[in-house]
């Protein structure tokens, strides 16, 4: 555990802070004074835009093609691929995508002359990297030819295989993105094309299409399933293959599987919590239900210093939804297996989860602990701030990841930056937590937005750069020592802050697959791939571009809320917006937005079935599907009262809600209230909550309580694979990443050797 310096030391450190810090209260009143507290943000949200000279490139392409100079037009769009690929061009007035994602979109479309030249050119490669890649099973090979050389010929024998990739570790929504693509799409005739696929194939579409059904079931959409299916059956209705070990019509097969999974138990789901929404993909649900009892232990938490009263209008907070201004809900604790985590800004703790005891047998729950922390702790929380402290954690493969220090991730133009900068620690629960790494921002006017989001070997988050208009990074880490890998450039825009107050932000990464998707908060989301950083696409949304810094709309406290990943589309809750938006995670394309009644939600707590639920002062279900997409189905209070206090949690088919004085109860699918919860006879109020094994968990201001609780065997799910009928469950129901030969060889795949011919 890291040790910090001398107690009089600290104390002598402390005062001179708290002088320092007197006179820069003193001396930082005037520069707002006498301006109004209304803002106006700017239209634009600036982005890295392809330069004139790629536009020029492209308009010569296209004059090639008119006069049928294949070999130049190759040429060209090749060059423009090497020269500006990471940079950005419009596909519509809201939506742009990467130039070397355009040029690929140019390739797949060439007529089939230029076609024929450009795989001269490219196929070797593209046979080498696609044979080596389906031999090693390496993903990286198949998504070079998928990135780079998409309408080579062997584009589609590369979607295919690593569609089966992710369908052996259950990345249902990736292998549904891969193949969809090794599907041909016209080009429509009055528009840009946007859909990026191959440009022919030579595979069967009939079993390319009955995977995707396939992965409907598997991933629990029957309603989806049932909608593809139909569609097979007009257009394949006589194919025949093998698919569960069977050999037949695949209508029939289909058919018929879909059938038996209407009786299917839940996919078996850990009770783990590792990182804020239970998953990367911001959409984690509890897998059971339980009955509270009595209080089990109390832990008494740092309180944040308050914030949002402005040294120079310190009679006029700012307003939180949900929550209290001077002592926000900040906590957000996460569980692994019997171990509770959550952190501050000045130090981690570790506390076993039956007991409230230090991990470990330890004397103290802080497995981490700042050098400075009292004395720094003075500098966290400025009193002109505009938002709140959030703590948040991630934690993967036996080593735990944070965000520490200031919360402060924009300065006024005239403030130092560098000596206050937050950083991140990697601590390794495996040695009871022991310092890995630390990381600063390598550049001044960085900050870390959040606590970062980790896969394998590489650790991904979001940053700030104060600027007269903030911008938006995403950065990349090695997770074992710490190292930088990459870089990249979001957008920037204006904020209600305008460079003369400071801003706590608490911007995280969604991750899927190999792509993270970043809710920028800055007008702006975007989809990055994880090998490089390179931007796919960003979509542009109407900003709430008036207002008043001193009485802000509600969604002004949007301060969590990542991009909500939910089978091929994105759910986003944007800061600067009062609706809530539906993108198709693969283009970036608006599907669909609420209307403004969803203003104060500042929680999207998951997806149950065809229906969001998220919360703010009220509880929202809001279609996903159909007729009632974007749409407002249930909410609860539907008087004006404005209860809800704290992040709730979906856990065991039920939506926990909580209030002040109460914790209530509601079937996900129909919104019926079951149950309440009284907080006020035990002593307590709501917070954030947390289902874990036997435990709820309420996360206030300055505490973290533990309930007692009796399991209820009525609302738990199963944890296992069930039998029917004393049989054994279909080879296609065993749990991913042990399937057998039927399942990777007949159920949903083709012999990969045999792809090309």
Same mark, same amino acid.
């Given at each position: 555990m890291t040790r910090g310096p001398s107690k009089s030391a600290r104390w002598t450190v402390c005062a001179l802070f708290c002088a320092l810090a007197s006179c820069s209260a003193a001396f +930082?009143?005037?520069?707002?004074? =006498?301006?109004?507290?209304?803002?106006?943000?700017?239209?634009?949200?600036?982005?890295?835009?392809? *330069?004139?000279?790629?536009?020029?490139y492209l308009n010569r392409v296209k004059a090639y093609l008119a006069d049928k100079h294949w070999n130049e037009a190759v040429d060209t769009l090749l060059e423009i691929m090497e020269s500006s690929g990471g940079r950005l061009l419009a596909v519509t007035d809201h939506r742009l995508v990467s130039v070397d994602r355009?040029? @690929?979109? @140019?390739?797949?479309?060439?007529?089939?002359?230029? &076609?024929?030249?450009?795989?001269?050119?490219? *196929?070797?490669?593209?046979?080498? /990297?696609?044979? @080596?890649?389906?031999?090693?099973?390496?993903?990286?090979? &198949?998504?070079?030819?998928?990135?780079?050389?998409?309408? +080579? +010929? /062997?584009?589609? !024998?590369?979607?295919? $295989?690593?569609?089966?990739?992710?369908?052996?570790?259950? *990345?249902?929504?990736?292998?549904?993105?891969?193949?969809?693509?090794?599907?041909?799409?016209?080009?429509?005739?009055?528009?840009?094309?946007? /859909?990026?696929?191959?440009?022919?194939?030579?595979? !069967? &579409? $009939?079993?390319?299409? $009955?995977?995707?059904?396939?992965?409907?079931?598997?991933?629990?959409?029957?309603?989806?399933?049932a909608d593809e299916l139909e569609q097979m059956a007009r257009l394949h209705p006589d194919a025949r293959g093998r698919l569960g070990g069977q050999e037949g019509n695949y209508v029939q097969l289909l058919h018929d599987l879909l059938a038996e999974s209407a009786a299917w138990p839940p996919l078996p789901r850990s009770d783990d919590w590792p990182t804020f929404a239970g998953t990367p993909q911001r959409n984690g649900t509890c897998p059971r239900s339980i009955d509270p009892a009595g209080v089990a232990w109390r832990l008494s938490l740092r309180k944040s210093m308050a914030v949002d009263s402005s040294a120079r209008s310190s009679d006029?907070?700012?307003?939180?939804?949900?929550?209290?201004?001077?002592?926000?809900?900040?906590?957000?604790?996460?569980?692994?297996?019997?171990?509770?985590?959550?952190?501050?800004?000045?130090?981690? &703790?570790?506390?076993?989860?039956?007991?409230?005891?230090?991990?470990?047998?330890?004397?103290?729950?802080?497995?981490?602990?700042d050098q400075y922390d009292e004395a720094v702790h003075i500098f966290h929380n400025p009193a002109d701030s505009v938002g709140a402290p959030r703590f948040t954690m991630t934690v993967h493969q036996g080593r735990a990841y944070a965000r520490m220090g200031s919360s402060v991730t924009s300065w006024p133009r005239d403030d130092t930056k560098q000596s206050r900068a937050g950083y991140l620690v990697c601590l390794d629960l495996n040695a009871e937590g022991r310092l890995v790494w630390k990381t600063t921002p390598e550049d001044d006017g960085f900050a870390f937005e959040g606590s970062p989001i980790v896969d394998g070997g590489r650790v991904y988050v979001g940053m700030r750069r104060s600027d007269i208009q903030p911008q938006a990074w995403v950065a990349c880490y090695d997770a074992e020592d710490g190292r930088q890998l990459w870089r990249q450039y979001v957008c920037a825009s204006e904020t209600p802050a305008r460079g003369m107050l400071h801003e706590m932000t608490h911007n995280l990464l969604t991750l899927n697959g190999d792509t993270l998707y970043y809710n920028t908060n800055l007008g702006a989301v975007a989809s990055l791939a994880t090998s490089d950083g390179r931007l796919k696409w960003v979509s542009l949304y109407p900003r709430d571009r008036r207002g008043d810094l001193f009485k802000p709309a509600p969604h002004w406290s949007r301060e969590l809320t990542p991009c909500l990943f939910d089978r091929g589309r994105l759910l986003v $809750?944007?800061?600067? +917006? @009062?609706?809530i938006f539906a993108l198709d995670a693969e283009t970036g394309q608006i599907l669909w937005q609420t209307g403004p009644e969803v203003d104060d939600v500042v929680h999207l707590l998951g997806v149950a079935g065809h229906t969001l639920i998220a919360s703010g002062y009220k509880l929202y279900w809001i279609g996903l599907d159909g007729p009632?997409?974007?749409?407002?189905?249930?909410?609860?209070? *539907?008087?004006?009262?404005?209860?809800?206090?704290?992040? =709730?949690?979906?856990?065991?088919?039920?939506?926990?809600?909580?209030?002040r004085e109460t914790i209530f109860l509601f079937d996900q699918a129909t919104a019926q209230l079951k149950k309440q919860i009284p907080l006020v006879p035990r002593g307590l109020t709501g917070g954030n909550l947390l289902v874990a094994d036997d435990r709820l968990l309420i996360s206030t201001g300055d505490e973290l309580i533990a309930l007692g609780t009796r399991p209820s065997e009525s609302t738990k799910e199963p944890t296992g694979v069930a039998t029917r009928n004393g049989k054994s469950p279909s080879p296609l129901r065993q749990p991913l990443g042990q399937h057998d030969a039927n399942l990777r060889g007949d159920a949903a795949s083709i012999d990969l050797s045999q792809l090309h011919n």
């Open positions: +930082s009143q005037p520069p707002m004074g =006498g301006t109004t507290s209304r803002f106006e943000l700017s239209e634009g949200v600036q982005l890295e835009r392809a *330069d004139s000279a790629a536009q020029t355009y040029c @690929q979109l @140019q390739l797949t479309s060439l007529p089939p002359d230029a &076609l024929a030249i450009y795989r001269r050119r490219v *196929d070797p490669l593209a046979e080498k /990297w696609c044979k @080596q890649g389906i031999a090693r099973r390496d993903r990286g090979l &198949l998504l070079d030819v998928v990135n780079q050389m998409l309408a +080579s +010929s /062997w584009g589609d !024998d590369a979607l295919m $295989a690593i569609g089966e990739i992710a369908l052996e570790r259950a *990345d249902f929504a990736s292998a549904r993105a891969y193949w969809e693509k090794a599907i041909p799409v016209e080009q429509p005739a009055d528009g840009p094309r946007t /859909w990026l696929s191959v440009p022919d194939t030579n595979l !069967d &579409l $009939a079993a390319i299409r $009955a995977r995707l059904v396939l992965v409907s079931i598997l991933e629990g959409s029957r309603d989806r399933a006029v907070p700012h307003r939180h939804v949900a929550e209290d201004a001077n002592l926000p809900l900040s906590y957000y604790p996460v569980v692994v297996g019997n171990l509770v985590l959550l952190c501050n800004q000045v130090e981690v &703790l570790a506390i076993d989860l039956k007991t409230g005891k230090p991990a470990w047998g330890l004397d103290n729950p802080a497995i981490y602990r $809750a944007p800061a600067d +917006s @009062q609706q009632n997409r974007g749409k407002v189905e249930h909410v609860w209070p *539907d008087a004006q009262d404005r209860l809800g206090y704290g992040r =709730g949690i979906i856990a065991g088919g039920l939506v926990w809600w909580p209030t």
